[in-house]
């Protein structure tokens, strides 16, 4: 099982970036996907989760306005679509797959079974 994220990058405040995870070696429509980051000196948190059937989306307040996560089966790839970024918002970001994850633990990193080598997403002028 591999999660290749890729879109990182250096950007100003105010700009877009959009994430990518292509995953192999899952059923991919088995998978809950998310998205999560860590900032140096903290802990790694939820970013955003969809889910593996219907593909319902959840994002933590900090994002929901600004952030869209989003699934192509085909691909079998992942999205962060990151608008209106901050600099808040930098840190290394880290795709993850779940094959049972409960809508309850959508945010929990133990949910999730497999992990992505992150990306750097850094917002500064």
């Known amino acids: 099982v591999q999660l290749q994220a890729s879109g990182g990058g250096l950007v100003p405040p105010g700009d877009s970036l959009r994430l990518s995870c292509a995953t192999s070696?899952?059923?991919?429509?088995?998978?809950?996907m998310a998205w999560f980051r860590q900032a140096p000196g903290e802990e790694r948190a939820f970013v955003a989760g969809?889910?593996?059937?219907?593909?319902?989306?959840y994002s933590t307040d900090s994002v929901k306005s600004r952030f869209t996560i989003s699934r192509d089966g085909a691909k079998k790839t992942v999205y962060l679509q990151m608008n209106t970024l901050r600099p808040e918002d930098t840190a290394v970001y880290y795709c993850a797959a779940g094959p049972s994850v409960i809508l309850s633990n959508v945010p929990s990193r133990s949910a999730y079974a497999y992990w992505g080598q992150g990306t750097l997403v850094t917002v500064s002028s």
């Open positions: 070696g899952v059923t991919f429509t088995r998978y809950t």
């Open positions: 969809i889910l593996r059937s219907g593909g319902a989306t």
